[in-house]
Nanobody, 109 residues
Framework: QLQASGGGSVQAGGSLRLSCAVS????????CGWYRQPPGKQRELVAR???????NYAEAMTGRFTISRDNVRRTVDLQMNSLKAEDTAVYYC?????WGQGTLVTVSS
C-alpha cells in the first residue's frame, strides 16, 4: 500500500513537501515516482528515482522539484519549490504497479 501526504494550498513561489509511505513491497528493489494530474488534463510524470538513486525529472520541474527516497523508512518524498499556478494538480506516488490515493496541491497566483 502507498499512503501519500503533504498536499495543500500555497501561494505562487512557495514550497510544499509530499511524502509517500510504502508498505507491502520489497521497497528497495523498486523504482519510485511521482506523477500529477492537473484539472482537465491527463496524468503526467513529475519525477522518478531508481532503486540505485538515479533520478529523472520532467523538464518543467527540473531545478524546482527534488525527489528522494529513504529505504529504511520506506518513503519517497517530493520537495517542491518555487511553485507556480500551473503546478496545481492531484499528485500521485507510484511504486511498481501500485499507486497512492493522490494528494491535492493548489497553488494560487
Amino acid at each position: 500500500q502507498l499512503q501519500a501526504s503533504g498536499g495543500g494550498s500555497v501561494q505562487a513561489g512557495g514550497s510544499l513537501r509530499l511524502s509517500c509511505a510504502v508498505s507491502g513491497l520489497n521497497f528497495r528493489l523498486y523504482a519510485c515516482g511521482w506523477y500529477r494530474q492537473p484539472p482537465g488534463k491527463q496524468r503526467e510524470l513529475v519525477a522518478r528515482i531508481a532503486s540505485n538513486g538515479v533520478t529523472n525529472y520532467a523538464e518543467a520541474m527540473t531545478g524546482r522539484f527534488t525527489i528522494s527516497r529513504d529505504n529504511v523508512r520506506r518513503t519517497v518524498d517530493l520537495q517542491m519549490n518555487s511553485l507556480k499556478a500551473e503546478d496545481t494538480a492531484v499528485y500521485y506516488c507510484n511504486v511498481g504497479q501500485q499507486w497512492g490515493q493522490g494528494t491535492l496541491v493548489t497553488v494560487s497566483s
